[in-house]
């Protein structure tokens, strides 16, 4: 019997399977993802590597095959199905098995892990009082203070007593060695989110929500473990679903992860769950330092977490005893990776569950069309909840028509219903959202005389204005600083097109002096507890209006927000993907439901120059089936996901010649492994940004009914791309069933 191992070095080019003899005494012990000893090279000098698979035949020579040296005993931080889980998910989404293991496996970097010192009295009060006594008569001052400072307190805090009693470490070791004290060292793990206490308060479910939950336990109490998706209006009370299902899962002992679409909603999610669960909750998310992610992997590790909360990194927490995934907002686009392996957390979820025995809850107001697709054909089982909890109404949405403003003359950011209505909620002392989906003053520049438009010397992109007079590039990152004249023919009309928060923010101050304004972008989000800062403020009253990009719409809970506004609602309409219909019908209806949460009534207004559009009808009558009835007729005529799979293959590199090379003998390659012409090939093609970096980029598309059929033939492509050395220079990218289109 023979293991596949593969070394556990950091550089991807060494990404290698090796083979290695298992000898009889290690026979029947070994499983996928064990950690093992293994000789390595001329010198056979003994690392580590970790077990991919099991094979009854020899690659080569069987008699220069070496044998497993031994398990490494101490490998419990590296947990075997995870591993797995990274050898599926190279398998199915392509990329290296370095890159898997790197994206699964909790961080290894070694952090200083804070200790709480308490110094303790081990003396009796009789016995304390004679060594006192001992001590002034011995003139030794320093270890009196510390005796009598323990009598009065025989308990403190090791810091600040050595701070108040003015004496050395020496000292209270010495008293230690003579078995006067104590002292305790206890690990102290750093909290990333601030909570101020406990609310424990209890919810009582409507019928609605309870008849979800109870269909949901009575399935997990029988042992079926499937995947549901609790469908449910904004403001039906999915998260009180969620934390119900939760609840009775922790009881039987197993542990539970909740992923969240953005960092914007940890703040509020964890003060949910934290007043239900106390501080068996844990958080994990990529503004956290390397010594907070480290030590609520720890906390993990040492079963002092039982929940955790984040991302779609937070899907690979290892806990042994995982019961529940819940999936919140899973339409989100963030839960698709944008680095190798391009996995989505909604598939690799269902996989890990089903591997550990778990189940899966995925939970939106506008689900994906893959889930709800999935619900018509059986395969996840719908949870629906038809109202809004307290008896709320949905809003009122008007839909305004911004060519008609302009025909009236009014050339401003905000339609004259818009506007009034702000004016009528703050003398009602309510709150108000406005929505932009547009970011600063990061507008193109271009010239009104002849056209020519201002763009990266490195990158096929038009430059962005910033307020600070620079020019930047949004994806290497070039600065130049603003023109005043036309490069191209001399003109002074040339100027950057500003739709952004700033801009919005600054006509607000203007029209209404009396508001109380916070912005919520991408620019005011950059420091650490940003987003916590802003919406904690916006929670608390602190602020009549908050403006924002789409991170403000986004589950986010406000019980005195009666009024929102979308600005621009149509933008991402007229991007070239696919899924930008059902995009802005997400975005539209979140943004939506954000307004009358609470006892006061909500309306909506969403500006936009298509107001006949489909997406933007059914947004304003909150219509989900109807938008995904219309949406399927499209995406089957053009065999786009869900109704077909798609597989992208992303080329780059240096030499424009070498990549449009490499993706024309990769489309002759699929021609010639799918001779019956099963997979419908389109490009290559230059993508949206054909030039990142210096380096030059194709993409093509693969279309076919089976995912399976995809999948074999990107690995028989990953193999012919590693026998081929003309495809060394390059980066090749898989993407199975993309977000978007490149």
């Keep these: ?108 970097k070694k952090v200083k892990i804070p200790v709480r010192r308490t110094v303790i009295l081990e003396l009796s009060e009789e016995e304390g009082r004679k060594k006192l006594e001992e001590y002034l008569h011995k003139n030794e001052k320093a270890r009196a ?142 503004r956290m330092s390397d010594g907070e992610r480290s030590d609520q992997i720890e906390r993990v590790r040492t079963g002092q ?94 839909i305004t028509d911004m060519r008609e403003e302009l025909r009236k003359g009014n050339r401003s950011i905000l339609s004259d219903r818009l506007e009034a209505l702000i004016r009528q909620r703050l003398e009602r002392k309510e709150q108000i959202m406005l929505f932009l989906n547009r970011r600063g003053y990061a507008g193109f520049v271009s010239c009104r005389a002849c056209g020519y438009v201002v763009k990266c010397p490195h990158c096929d992109v038009a430059l962005s204005a910033h307020r600070n007079g620079r020019l930047v590039c949004h994806y290497c990152g070039y600065e130049q600083p603003e023109l005043h004249s036309c490069p191209s023919c001399g003109s002074s009309y040339i100027g950057g097109f500003k739709a952004g928060t700033q801009q919005v923010e600054e006509l607000i101050q203007k029209r209404f002096p009396e508001a109380r304004l916070l912005r919520m972008d991408l620019d005011t989000t950059r420091k650490k507890d940003s987003y916590e800062r802003i919406l904690e403020a916006f929670s608390d009253g602190e602020a009549d209006i908050l403006i924002g990009t789409q991170m403000i719409v986004k589950g986010h809970d406000f019980h005195r927000v009666t009024l929102v506004g979308i600005l621009a609602a149509d933008l991402s309409l007229y991007c070239d993907d696919y899924r930008s219909g059902e995009r802005t019908f997400q975005l539209l209806t979140q943004a939506a439901g954000r307004a009358g949460r609470g006892t006061g009534e909500g309306e909506v207004v969403i500006q936009t120059y298509s107001p006949d559009h489909y997406s933007i009808q059914r947004a304003a009558d909150q219509d989900y089936e109807g938008f995904f009835e219309e949406e399927m007729r499209y995406r089957t005529l053009m065999g786009y996901p869900p109704a077909a799979h798609l597989l992208a293959i992303l080329l780059s590199g240096e030499k424009e010649e070498e990549v449009n090379l490499a993706a024309g003998y990769l489309k002759g390659f699929i021609k010639r492994i799918d001779p019956e012409g099963r997979i419908q090939v389109i490009g290559p093609a230059s993508p949206h940004v054909g030039k990142v970096a210096d380096l030059y980029r194709r993409v093509l598309y693969l279309k076919e009914q089976d995912a399976g059929i995809l999948i074999e033939a990107k690995n028989r492509m990953e193999q012919y791309i590693e026998a081929n050395r003309g495809f060394t220079p390059l980066r090749i990218q898989f993407d199975l069933d993309p977000m978007g289109i490149f």
């Design 1 to 108: 019997m023979y293991a596949d191992i593969i070394v556990d070095i950091t550089h991807e080019k060494l990404d290698k399977i090796f083979q290695y003899r298992i000898p009889s005494h290690l026979e029947g012990m070994l499983k996928i993802g064990d950690e093992v000893y293994i000789p390595f090279g001329r010198s056979n000098k003994e690392i580590r590597g970790y077990l991919i698979s099991f094979s009854e035949k020899a690659d080569y020579d069987p008699g220069k095959i070496k044998e497993i040296a031994g398990i490494v005993e101490d490998a419990a931080a590296i947990e075997a199905k995870l591993v797995a889980l990274a050898a599926w998910m190279k398998e199915t989404y392509g990329g290296t098995m370095i890159q898997a293991l790197k994206t699964v496996l909790p961080i290894k």
């Design 305 to 398: 977490a039982d929940v955790m909360i984040g991302p779609r990194s937070a899907l690979f927490t290892p806990f042994p005893r995982l019961g529940l995934i819940v999936i919140d907002e899973e339409h989100e686009g963030t839960y698709k990776s944008e680095q190798t392996p391009r996995y989505h957390a909604r598939e690799t979820a269902i996989h890990r569950a089903k591997e550990e025995g778990a189940s899966v809850v995925l939970g939106s107001a506008t689900p994906s069309l893959e889930s709800f697709y999935a619900c018509r054909s059986g395969e996840i089982q719908m949870l629906k909840l038809g109202s809004r909890t307290g008896g709320g109404r949905l809003p009122r949405v008007w």
């Design 145 to 286: 203070r510390v005796l009598a400072g323990l009598l009065d307190c025989p308990a403190q805090d090791y810091g600040l007593l050595t701070k108040k009693l003015h004496v050395t470490a020496r000292t209270l070791q010495a008293l230690e060695d003579q078995g006067v004290l104590k002292i305790d060292s206890e690990q102290t793990f750093r909290t990333p989110f601030r909570v101020k206490q406990r609310t424990d308060r209890q919810v009582t479910l409507t019928r609605e929500q309870q008849a979800a939950a109870d269909l949901f336990w009575q399935d997990y109490q029988a042992g079926i473990r499937k995947t549901y998706l609790v469908y449910g209006v904004t403001g039906s009370g999915k998260t009180e679903v969620y934390m119900e299902m939760i609840r009775r899962v922790l009881e039987t002992g197993r542990q539970v992860i909740v992923l969240i679409p953005e960092i914007a909603l940890t703040y509020q999610t964890v003060l949910r769950f934290y007043g239900r669960f106390g501080d068996r909750v844990s958080i994990l998310h990529s």
